[in-house]
C-alpha cells in the first residue's frame, strides 16, 4: 500500500509540479580550459616566488576569511580569457550577490564564464541563477540536478535519495588557466566573515604552476560529464529575453556592489593583507617540488556506492601509511570508516601521535554529523589519540576584530591534515562516510615543510583549552571535557554548552541506521 502511494504521489509530483522543465533536450558542447594566448595578466601580481618555480607549483594560503574572498575577486577582476568556478554551495546572499557581480563585469569585458553548481542547494535561486546565465559569455551547468524545481522538490530528493543524495561537493576557481584557488570554502556570507550570527573557519590555497592544468582537467571532466547538466536544459532558460532582462539585472548588481564597497566591511576587503600584497607586486608563493591532486570521477554518483577503489579517500589512506612521526587531523564532521580506524590504530601501535580536531556537539551546524562521531570518542581516546572539540566561542580571545558588532558562534569548517610537519593535505572531502562513498570530492597534498610548518605553528597557538574542549577519560572510562572558562579549568561529564533537547535528539540518531548518509 505505502508503495503504491509513494508512486501516486512521485507521478503527480513529475506531471503536475514541473512547468519550467522544457519538453525538448538542448544540444550540450564540449568545451576545454581556455588559456590566455602569452601570459595572463595575473601573471605580473603572482609571480613572485621563494625559488625558481620551474616546473613545479607555488602556493599562497589564504586561512583568513577577508583574504579568501579579496583573492577569489581579484582573480575574476583580472582575468584576460576564462573563469572556471565550481562549487557545492553558492548562496544568493550578500557575498553570493558581489561574487555574481564581478563575474558578470568579468563577462561583460569579453571573459568566457563556465559556471559548475551543485543542484542541491539552489532551491529558491533559480531567478538569480537564470538571469545570470542568459549573458552570452556566461555558460551555467548544474550537477545532478532535480528536474522538479517547485516547493515539491524536496519530496522528490526523499523519493531519490540514492540518486539525489549524492552531490558535488568540489570547490574551485580557476584563472586564464593560470592560478587556482581549492579548499573548503563554498560562496556564501558564512564563509567569508559577512554576517554576524556564524563564521565558518575555514582554509583554502592559491595556486600557480604545474598544479594547475591538473584543477583545470578536473573541472572540464565535470563540466563535460553526463551529470553535469545545462542550465537552460533545467531551468528554461529562453536567450530571447536577455537583451530586455540583461541590463536590469546588470544594473541591480552593480548597484549593489557599488554599496558594498563603501561599506565597513567592503572597505576591509580592499585593504586585505592579500590585497595590498598583490597590489604592491610583494606577494610571496612557496614553491613545493611535490604535490599530489586527487579528484573523484563525477560518475562516483551514479555508481555503486560500494565500488571504492577510485575513491580518493584511499588515497588519503595510503598518505596515513607514510607518517613517521606525527599526524594531525582536521575535519568538521569527523566520522572515520573502518579502514581508517585501523589506520589510526597502527600508527598508535607505532607510538606516533595522533590528534583529531573536529566540532563540538555546541559548534557543529549538522548535529546528526556528531551522532554519528560519538561512539568513536571512546575507542580513539582508549587508542591514544589526542581529541579536541572546538569551543562554539573558542576563538573569541584570537578572533575578536573590529569587523564584529558581536562574537559570531564559530564552526569548524576546515578539512586539512598536517603530516610530519612536511606535508599539508587539503581540500573539500571530509573525515565522513559521505565523502568517502556518495559526494565527489578533490584533495591536493603538498610537499612542503615551509608550507607545512607555518600552518602547524597556526594550529598550535590556537589549540589550547581557551579555545578548544581536550577529551580524556576518567579512570572508570567516562568522557570528560575539558577547558578553561574565566581563568579557571572546568571539567564537563556530558557534552558541554549544548540543551536537553539537542542532547536527546543527538542520542536518539546515533542509534538510528543513517550511518551511511551522513
Same mark, same amino acid.
Given at each position: 500500500?505505502?508503495?503504491?502511494?509513494? /508512486?501516486?504521489?512521485?507521478?503527480?509530483?513529475?506531471l503536475?509540479?514541473?512547468? @519550467?522543465?522544457?519538453?525538448?533536450?538542448v544540444?550540450?558542447?564540449?568545451?576545454?580550459?581556455?588559456?590566455?594566448?602569452?601570459?595572463?595578466p595575473?601573471?605580473?601580481y *603572482?609571480?613572485?616566488?621563494?625559488?625558481?618555480?620551474?616546473?613545479?607549483?607555488?602556493?599562497?594560503?589564504l %586561512?583568513?576569511?577577508?583574504?579568501? $574572498?579579496?583573492?577569489?575577486?581579484?582573480?575574476?577582476?583580472? &582575468?584576460?580569457?576564462?573563469? %572556471?568556478?565550481?562549487?557545492?554551495?553558492?548562496? %544568493?546572499?550578500?557575498?553570493?550577490?558581489?561574487?555574481?557581480?564581478h563575474l $558578470?563585469?568579468?563577462?561583460?569585458?569579453?571573459?568566457?564564464?563556465?559556471? /559548475?553548481?551543485?543542484?542541491?542547494?539552489?532551491s529558491?535561486?533559480?531567478?538569480? *541563477?537564470?538571469?545570470?546565465?542568459?549573458?552570452?559569455?556566461?555558460e551555467?551547468?548544474?550537477?545532478?540536478?532535480?528536474?522538479?524545481?517547485?516547493?515539491?522538490?524536496?519530496?522528490?530528493?526523499?523519493?531519490?535519495?540514492n540518486?539525489? #543524495?549524492?552531490?558535488?561537493?568540489?570547490?574551485?576557481?580557476?584563472?586564464? #588557466?593560470?592560478?587556482?584557488?581549492?579548499?573548503?570554502?563554498? =560562496?556564501?556570507?558564512?564563509?567569508?566573515?559577512?554576517?554576524?550570527?556564524?563564521?565558518?573557519?575555514?582554509?583554502?590555497?592559491?595556486?600557480?604552476?604545474?598544479?594547475?592544468?591538473?584543477?583545470?582537467?578536473?573541472?572540464?571532466?565535470?563540466w563535460?560529464?553526463?551529470?553535469?547538466?545545462? &542550465?537552460?536544459?533545467v531551468?528554461g532558460?529562453?536567450?530571447?529575453?536577455?537583451a530586455? =532582462?540583461e541590463k536590469?539585472?546588470?544594473?541591480? /548588481?552593480?548597484?549593489?556592489?557599488?554599496?558594498?564597497?563603501?561599506?565597513?566591511?567592503?572597505?576591509?576587503i580592499a585593504?586585505?593583507?592579500?590585497?595590498?600584497?598583490?597590489?604592491?607586486?610583494?606577494?610571496?608563493?612557496t614553491?613545493?617540488?611535490?604535490?599530489?591532486?586527487?579528484?573523484?570521477?563525477?560518475?562516483?554518483?551514479?555508481?555503486?556506492?560500494?565500488?571504492?577503489? #577510485?575513491?580518493?579517500?584511499h588515497?588519503?589512506?595510503?598518505d596515513?601509511?607514510?607518517?613517521?612521526?606525527?599526524v594531525?587531523?582536521?575535519?568538521?564532521? +569527523?566520522?572515520?570508516?573502518?579502514?581508517?580506524?585501523?589506520? *589510526?590504530?597502527h600508527?598508535r601501535e607505532?607510538?606516533?601521535?595522533?590528534t =583529531?580536531?573536529?566540532?563540538?556537539?555546541?559548534?557543529?551546524?549538522?548535529?546528526?554529523?556528531?551522532?554519528?562521531y560519538?561512539?568513536?570518542?571512546?575507542?580513539l581516546?582508549k587508542? #591514544?589519540?589526542?581529541l579536541?572539540?572546538?569551543?562554539?566561542?573558542? *576563538?573569541?580571545?584570537?578572533?575578536?576584530a573590529?569587523a564584529? @558588532?558581536?562574537?559570531?558562534?564559530l564552526?569548524?569548517?576546515?578539512k586539512?591534515?598536517l603530516?610530519?610537519?612536511?606535508?599539508?593535505?587539503?581540500?573539500?572531502?571530509?573525515?565522513?562516510?559521505?565523502?568517502?562513498?556518495l559526494n565527489t570530492?578533490?584533495?591536493?597534498?603538498?610537499e612542503?615543510?615551509?608550507l607545512?610548518?607555518?600552518?602547524?605553528?597556526?594550529?598550535?597557538?590556537?589549540?589550547?583549552?581557551?579555545?578548544?574542549y581536550?577529551?580524556?577519560?576518567t579512570?572508570?572510562?567516562?568522557?570528560?571535557?575539558?577547558?578553561?572558562e574565566?581563568?579557571?579549568?572546568?571539567?564537563?561529564?556530558?557534552?558541554?554548552?549544548?540543551?536537553? +533537547?539537542?542532547?536527546?535528539?543527538?542520542?536518539?540518531?546515533? =542509534?538510528?541506521?543513517?550511518?551511511?548518509?551522513?
Amino acid at each position: 500500500m505505502l508503495r503504491s502511494l509513494t /508512486l501516486v504521489v512521485f507521478v503527480f509530483l513529475l506531471l503536475g509540479c514541473s512547468p @519550467k522543465t522544457p519538453t525538448t533536450a538542448v544540444l550540450k558542447t564540449v568545451t576545454l580550459t581556455k588559456k590566455s594566448r602569452g601570459k595572463s595578466p595575473l601573471h605580473s601580481y *603572482l609571480s613572485k616566488t621563494d625559488k625558481p618555480l620551474g616546473k613545479h607549483a607555488a602556493f599562497y594560503p589564504l %586561512d583568513l576569511p577577508l583574504d579568501a $574572498l579579496a583573492a577569489r575577486l581579484f582573480l575574476i577582476d583580472h &582575468a584576460s580569457t576564462s573563469l %572556471d568556478v565550481q562549487y557545492y554551495i553558492y548562496d %544568493d546572499d550578500t557575498i553570493g550577490k558581489i561574487f555574481s557581480a564581478h563575474l $558578470l563585469m568579468a563577462a561583460q569585458r569579453g571573459v568566457r564564464v563556465r559556471m /559548475l553548481l551543485d543542484d542541491l542547494s539552489t532551491s529558491g535561486k533559480d531567478e538569480a *541563477l537564470q538571469k545570470l546565465a542568459m549573458h552570452p559569455n556566461i555558460e551555467l551547468r548544474l550537477f545532478n540536478p532535480n528536474k522538479l524545481r517547485t516547493s515539491f522538490r524536496n519530496m522528490a530528493l526523499l523519493l531519490n535519495v540514492n540518486s539525489l #543524495g549524492k552531490r558535488m561537493h568540489n570547490k574551485s576557481l580557476i584563472a586564464d #588557466g593560470y592560478a587556482a584557488i581549492i579548499g573548503g570554502r563554498n =560562496i556564501g556570507d558564512v564563509y567569508f566573515a559577512a554576517t554576524y550570527e556564524t563564521l565558518f573557519l575555514d582554509y583554502d590555497i592559491l595556486s600557480v604552476g604545474n598544479v594547475v592544468p591538473k584543477i583545470s582537467k578536473a573541472f572540464d571532466i565535470y563540466w563535460n560529464s553526463e551529470q553535469a547538466v545545462m &542550465a537552460k536544459e533545467v531551468l528554461g532558460v529562453n536567450d530571447s529575453h536577455y537583451a530586455a =532582462i540583461e541590463k536590469a539585472y546588470a544594473h541591480t /548588481l552593480k548597484k549593489g556592489l557599488s554599496a558594498f564597497n563603501g561599506s565597513t566591511y567592503g572597505k576591509r576587503i580592499a585593504h586585505t593583507p592579500f590585497n595590498q600584497k598583490v597590489k604592491q607586486h610583494t606577494l610571496l608563493l612557496t614553491v613545493s617540488d611535490k604535490v599530489h591532486f586527487f579528484y573523484d570521477n563525477p560518475a562516483k554518483v551514479a555508481t555503486d556506492e560500494n565500488n571504492d577503489s #577510485g575513491h580518493i579517500s584511499h588515497k588519503i589512506s595510503e598518505d596515513l601509511k607514510q607518517v613517521s612521526s606525527d599526524v594531525t587531523i582536521i575535519s568538521p564532521y +569527523f566520522i572515520p570508516s573502518d579502514m581508517m580506524v585501523e589506520r *589510526l590504530k597502527h600508527l598508535r601501535e607505532k607510538n606516533i601521535a595522533v590528534t =583529531i580536531v573536529t566540532n563540538s556537539l555546541a559548534s557543529t551546524d549538522v548535529s546528526p554529523v556528531y551522532a554519528g562521531y560519538q561512539s568513536y570518542i571512546k575507542p580513539l581516546l582508549k587508542m #591514544g589519540v589526542t581529541l579536541y572539540e572546538l569551543k562554539p566561542n573558542g *576563538l573569541e580571545g584570537v578572533k575578536k576584530a573590529k569587523a564584529f @558588532k558581536k562574537m559570531p558562534n564559530l564552526s569548524l569548517h576546515t578539512k586539512m591534515i598536517l603530516i610530519d610537519q612536511e606535508k599539508l593535505a587539503i581540500g573539500s572531502a571530509n573525515i565522513d562516510p559521505r565523502s568517502d562513498k556518495l559526494n565527489t570530492e578533490l584533495f591536493m597534498v603538498i610537499e612542503s615543510k615551509k608550507l607545512t610548518k607555518k600552518q602547524y605553528k597556526t594550529v598550535k597557538q590556537v589549540l589550547n583549552l581557551q579555545h578548544f574542549y581536550k577529551l580524556s577519560l576518567t579512570q572508570n572510562e567516562t568522557i570528560q571535557w575539558r577547558t578553561i572558562e574565566e581563568g579557571k579549568i572546568i571539567l564537563y561529564d556530558s557534552r558541554p554548552k549544548v540543551g536537553f +533537547f539537542k542532547a536527546l535528539g543527538t542520542d536518539i540518531m546515533s =542509534i538510528l541506521p543513517i550511518k551511511g548518509y551522513l
